[in-house]
């Protein structure tokens, strides 16, 4: 068998394309534009292009995009009354604080400082417990990504077994409760679980959320499963020359193309649909703030 290739990168363009309708259709019928703030502080290169490109896509979807770059000196308290301006301010609906953050400042302290319903990252406790009790939230983007990548290929996730390779905050434990509110026999994986292997060749669905290169190799997959790679691993390419370097994710994508129904490949898989979902929740934040219907299909 060889596997139907997920194409994140053609699904994310489509989300996209249904979050600028949505906002056109806001701005038309109703004159709101909806505003997404993200915050960077310090000059890590990597989150430097996130920014950057969240703030340019931001901008594509028709959306306002408000940009606060700070120092990496800047204070904690100054961090937190910028987070304090942004919750007040009306042109605002979504509100991203880029992590990682200096040593010096308590990540969770202002995390939890963003008004829930303004934080599209969706890690605000408060949306922790409510995705966690089955109730409405805001989502956290890459799950919400694997999700509906997940329904699109599968339809109803009813009945389904499911490994969660992963238990971190943002991605395995939410994607585990995401799975489970979709009815699905979840089992959340990790480095202290005993035979792995043996556990991802019951799933139906594997989702893998490691950081290990290749780890899962096509021999632990059931033949005809759906795998979601979110990994993103850097590793030497000595085939395109000296010091180059190209990404993996977490699966053996070569050998589990041969057993998978479907799978997302790296990169082009799960790592456009993160920023797409953002746009999605912020435009699921600005209707849910002026009490209008919620974009079908964009949301957990
Ligand atoms: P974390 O490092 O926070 O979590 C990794 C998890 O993997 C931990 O729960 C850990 O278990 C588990 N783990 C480590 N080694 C093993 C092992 N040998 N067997 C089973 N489980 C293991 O990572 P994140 O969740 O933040 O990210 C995971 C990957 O996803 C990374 O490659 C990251 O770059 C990528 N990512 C991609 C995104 C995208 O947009 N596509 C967005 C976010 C992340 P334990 O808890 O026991 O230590």
Known sequence: MTARVIDGKAFAEKVRGQVAEGVAALKAEHGITPGLAVVLVGEDPASQVYVRNKGRQTLEAGMQSFEHK??????????????????????VHGILVQLPLPDHIDSDKVINSIDPAKDVDGFHISNVGLLGTGQKSMVPCTPLGCLMMLREELGSLSGK????????NIVGKPMAQLLLGDSCTVTIAHSRTK????????????VAAVG????????????????????INRVDAPEKGEGKTRLVGDVDYASAAEVAGAITPVPGGVGPMTIACLLAN???ACCRANNLPEPQGLTA
């Open 70 to 91: 700070l120092d990496v000196t800047t204070s904690e308290e100054d961090l937190l009354a910028l987070v304090e301006q942004l919750n007040a301010d009306p042109a």
């Open 161 to 168: 077994d499911a490994v969660v390779i992963g238990r971190s």
């Open 195 to 206: 035979d792995l292997a043996g556990t991802v060749r019951r799933a139906d669905i594997v």
């Open 212 to 231: 290990r290169p290749n780890m899962v190799p096509g021999d632990w997959i059931k033949p005809g499963a759906t795998v979601i790679d979110v990994g």
């Open 282 to 284: 912020t435009l699921t």
